[in-house]
T-cell receptor, first 110, second 118 residues
Framework: LAKTTQPISMDSYEGQEVNITCSHN???????ITWYQQFPSQGPRFIIQ???TKVTNEVASLFIPADRKSSTLSLPRVSLSDTAVYYC???????????FGTGTLLAVQP | DAGVIQSPRHEVTEMGQEVTLRCKPI?????LFWYRQTMMRGLELLIY????????DSGMPEDRFSAKMPNASFSTLKIQPSEPRDSAVYFC????????????????FGEGSRLTVL
């Protein structure tokens, strides 16, 4: 499974756009890139998944360059409730096995 | 749907006691995962099942840990005997494989079982 590297923590203010970048240099052809969000005392929750280029949903956007060796999760206009740990994962194939890294703790301040 | 249901939500026990954690996956999901989360080690995958069959248990820390899935709607994770270092939040998650082998299904997590071993 491909290893991912992301910042341990980030700070932001309400209303700002936040971009969290994840590197996955040894991503395999079959791998998808998936981001999860975890609030304290809760299990992780799926945010977005993509394979290449750009994916957007009601919560976030995911930008994936052509070489797919990195990806950027973009959260538009964050609020205090977006304070959480964000995990980047790469996985593929038929196993659904997901290995979580250390994640990025995003702290949003007023 | 009620989502993934775990019990108990909290358990405090003494070293040496047997602990059983329970999980009911989302109906229709054919994958079930057990994770453990601690501050030091983060989220660790312990074991996962596909159609009630254990596929990969390489994350199970030692033979004090065992997991079963007797049917599609129930799984247990047992620790016997328990030790203080087993204190953690244990998450169960379920998913369904997407139709395309290139895709991966979204994991739905339960709220976790917080275990404290004294």
């Amino acid at each position: 499974l491909a290893k991912t590297t992301q910042p341990i923590s980030m700070d932001s203010y309400e209303g700002q756009e936040v971009n969290i970048t994840c590197s996955h240099n040894n991503i395999a052809t079959n791998d998808y890139i998936t981001w999860y969000q975890q609030f304290p005392s809760q299990g992780p929750r799926f945010i977005i998944q993509g394979y290449k280029t750009k994916v957007t949903n009601e919560v976030a956007s995911l930008f994936i360059p052509a070489d797919r060796k990195s990806s950027t999760l973009s959260l538009p206009r964050v609020s205090l409730s977006d304070t959480a740990v964000y995990y980047c994962l790469v996985n593929g194939g038929a196993t659904n096995k997901l290995i979580f890294g250390t994640g990025t703790l995003l702290a949003v301040q007023p | 749907d009620a989502g993934v249901i775990q019990s108990p939500r909290h358990e405090v026990t003494e070293m040496g006691q047997e602990v059983t954690l329970r999980c009911k996956p989302i109906s229709g999901h054919d994958y079930l995962f057990w994770y453990r989360q601690t501050m030091m080690r983060g989220l660790e995958l312990l074991i996962y099942f596909n159609n009630n069959v254990p596929i990969d248990d390489s994350g199970m820390p030692e033979d004090r840990f065992s997991a079963k899935m007797p049917n599609a709607s129930f799984s247990t994770l047992k620790i016997q005997p328990s030790e203080p270092r087993d204190s953690a939040v244990y998450f169960c998650a379920s998913s369904i494989l997407a139709g395309d082998l290139m895709d991966t299904g979204e994991l739905f997590f339960g709220e976790g079982s917080r275990l404290t071993v004294l």
